[in-house]
């Protein structure tokens, strides 16, 4: 019987589960984080909550599960980066959470290397990953201290180490994709040459020991959380996805050994390291998922998600929105769009709304889904999701619908730190296969389309034109 606490620290929130290799999930806690939106782009948290909200979910999950751990594992947000002193491990400025576009500036003056970036990195030129938004801290907040992401300094705190995770690097601009290293070259052309950056981990290496929920713990299983799902809903083939329906929302295909540099506009990264290999995948994300959400609730619109599928209209009547309110990334990569919704009459109600930026997202989730389909050479067959909403028929229907896939919906609320939780399985008893370590799953639901084809052709041309419209709207080059 080995129980590990595996941590999702995320955009809105810390969940800490235990989780044991006979009894499944035997506790949960959660913390919310309420990341503070400045005008002008800028999205913040505060680094002392995130660490307490670690702090107090572990160990309240931990007391729950009354059992010893042998591993805490830990996936983070991935592009998120804060100043930090080295010595005291104290904030020397804000997170700088990833949907944070103030780095937009340091993107546009790198332009002429955004080729060079593209080909090395596997990445776009853009504010989401975390060099442009650690160059940007360094210029406007302070230059003291070490700039890294927030699973760096978490991580330290735990353990006095300084390391950071092979997944976490590739979402940085400044990783090789192909040696899965930092690059020099890169460092430089954001002005971080200078900077001391983590050494780079496997997610099934064992980092370090902690006492922060105890005894003495391995900490193992470092991770992306939008990776670490991939690995939970047992994306361990080449050509298998997912979709996790967060703050966002992040379609990833698992690509194997090759780091296949998109032609369509998306992502690639690490997906994980693990028994000695590295695995690539390609990614297409929807900036606002939860957060288009949180978005109708603070209008009055809603009272929780879970209004969603009781308030939805069943047509939207014209209604249609492109919830670009953090920009939009793939395949248009426009960090200055903003939401639209258009086709409003005095007959608008909110249902219409509701269902509007339901279908929005689900159609900006579909055209991922598609350019994934091109990267891979062969349509997706079926989308596997997880994610708060996924607790959505709505938006599950609609997926389906607009996307013209069935979706299966992974039967466990916590894909994110059962992936952690299954990297830190192997770490502890390398003769587990990560395939053991995740296991088989069945979907608790599955969506079936119950557009016709034409129907769904016709409704993703209309949104397609009107997400261009954005893109270009905020495009002032
Ligand atoms: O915090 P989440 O779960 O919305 O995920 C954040 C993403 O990984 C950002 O790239």
Not at 149 to 173: I, K, M, N, Q
Request: proline share 4%; glycine share 8%; charged share 20%.
């Amino acid at each position: 019987m080995t129980a590990i606490l595996a941590i999702d620290q995320g955009t809105s929130g810390t969940k800490a589960i235990v989780v044991d290799d006979e009894d499944g999930t035997i506790a949960i806690a959660e913390e919310t984080v309420r990341p503070t939106y400045l005008p002008g782009g800028g999205v913040e948290q505060n680094p002392h909550e995130l660490l307490d909200s670690v702090l107090t979910a572990g160990r309240r999950a931990v007391s729950t599960a009354g059992r010893p751990i042998a591993a805490v594992a830990l996936a983070n947000q991935g592009e998120t980066v804060l100043a930090w002193d080295e010595t005291t491990g104290t904030p020397l400025s804000p997170a700088i959470v990833w949907q944070d576009r103030r780095a937009e500036t340091i993107c546009a003056e790198l332009a002429e290397h955004g080729e060079a970036i593209a080909r090395r990195t596997g990445l776009v030129l853009d504010p989401y990953f975390s060099a442009p938004k650690m160059a940007w801290l360094r210029r406007n907040l302070t230059r003291e201290g070490v700039v890294t992401t927030t699973d760096t300094w978490l991580v330290h705190h735990l353990t006095g180490e300084f390391v950071t995770d092979a997944a976490t690097a590739s979402r940085s601009l400044i990783f090789d994709l192909d040696s899965a290293a930092w690059d020099g070259q890169l460092a430089d052309w954001f002005s971080l040459g200078e900077e001391r950056l983590p050494r780079i981990v496997a997610g099934d290496e064992v980092v370090g020991t902690t006492r922060a929920f105890g005894q003495e713990t391995p900490v193992a299983g470092l991770i992306v959380d939008q990776q670490a799902a991939l690995v939970a809903e047992a994306c361990l083939e080449q050509g298998t996805a997912k979709c996790t329906y967060g703050t966002g929302a992040f379609l990833l295909a698992n690509t194997g050994l090759a780091p296949v540099r998109s032609s369509a506009g998306l992502t690639t990264s690490v997906a994980w390291q693990a028994a000695g290999q590295t695995l690539y995948c390609v990614d297409g994300q929807v900036y606002t998922v939860a957060s288009a959400v949180r978005w109708l609730q603070d209008l009055g619109l809603v009272q929780s998600a879970t209004d969603l599928d009781a308030l939805v209209a069943t047509e939207s009547e014209g209604v249609l929105c492109v919830p670009a309110f953090a920009g939009l990334a793939a395949p248009w990569w426009a960090p200055e769009a903003t939401a639209t919704i258009s086709g409003m009459t005095l007959a608008t109600r909110r249902e219409h709304l509701v269902l509007a930026v339901l279908q929005g997202i689900a159609a900006q989730v579909t055209e991922v889904a598609a350019l994934v389909g091109r990267d891979l050479g062969r349509p997706l067959g079926r989308l596997r999701a997880d994610g708060g909403l996924t607790n959505s028929a709505a938006l599950m229907q609609a997926q389906a619908d607009i996307a013209q896939l069935p979706v299966d919906i992974y039967p466990n609320a916590h894909a994110t730190p059962l992936g952690a939780a299954a990297l830190a399985r192997c770490a502890l008893d390398p003769t587990i296969s990560l395939k053991e370590a995740v296991g088989d799953w069945q979907p608790t639901t599955v969506y079936e389309p119950r557009w016709s084809e034409d129907r769904a052709q016709e409704f993703r041309t209309t949104w397609a034109q009107a997400a261009t419209a954005c893109a270009t709207k905020g495009d002032h080059s």
